[in-house]
């Protein structure tokens, strides 16, 4: 009986461990997946055509993301953006977008 509760225990303590790990994620931590092309603070204009993401409200931010998942927002090189947000989450998108509203 001891060994089954120090079985489950130690198995209660490896999945707090995951989803803690989970909830680590951050807006930082995603926004790494965005800086080669945007710039470390949202500067730049992506390979010469975005408009400059520091700024612009994080309202505007998740509003334009979602409109390139869904097909209503976007420029010539719209592409890009819709297959990589299709990795990321409606609440990775708010995460984002909060991130990069205070640079
Ligand atoms: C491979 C380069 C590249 C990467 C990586 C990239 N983007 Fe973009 N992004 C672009 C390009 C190019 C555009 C302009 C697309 C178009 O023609 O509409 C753009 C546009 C945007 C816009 C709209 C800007 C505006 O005001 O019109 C947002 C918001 C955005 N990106 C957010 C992100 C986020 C968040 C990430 C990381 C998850 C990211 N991008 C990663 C290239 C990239």
């Known amino acids: 009986m001891k060994r089954i509760l120090v079985a489950l225990s130690i198995t209660g303590a490896l999945l707090l ?12 931590s ?12 949202g500067e730049r204009p992506a390979m010469g055509v975005s408009l400059p993401l520091k700024g612009q409200s ?5 509003k334009k993301m979602h409109g ?3 097909g209503t927002y976007g420029e010539s090189k719209k592409a890009i ?23």
């Open 58 to 62: 994080a309202e505007d931010l998740t």
């Open 17 to 28: 461990g995951t989803s803690l790990y989970a909830f680590s994620e951050d807006g930082a």
């Open 30 to 41: 995603l926004y790494k997946a965005c800086q080669g092309c945007h710039g470390a603070q």
């Open 68 to 70: 390139y998942k869904d």
């Open 81 to 103: 953006m819709v297959n990589l947000l299709k990795r990321f989450s409606d609440e990775q998108i708010v995460m984002l977008a909060d991130h990069i509203a205070k640079f």
